[in-house]
């Protein structure tokens, strides 16, 4: 793609709505996951006790370690989500685009 094609492409409304929209996703899945490594830090420092009992009272296996393995799955997960949108949605509405500012040539 030549450099007039590819500023036709970055002014094309379309692309700029896409391109609100990408952000705006991006930024609130990072605001959530943000929130919930927080949130587990801040219940470690401000209560450590209640990540420290065990699950059962014979067992070894303490809430703080599914804690800590739910942050990192809902991480994983979240990441998914997203790169699942924005290789979908958003990787056909960049094409589209491209194709229509091809077009009017």
Known sequence: MDKQTARKVLE?????????QKSLLGWGFSAVILIMYFGYIWIIGSNPDLLRTPVSDSGITTWGIYAGIFVIVFSFITTGIYVSIA??????????????VQGEK
């Open 87 to 100: 290789n979908g949605k958003f990787e056909k509405m960049t094409q589209d685009v491209v194709k229509s």
């Open 12 to 20: 094309n409304p379309e692309f700029q709505k896409m391109e609100r």
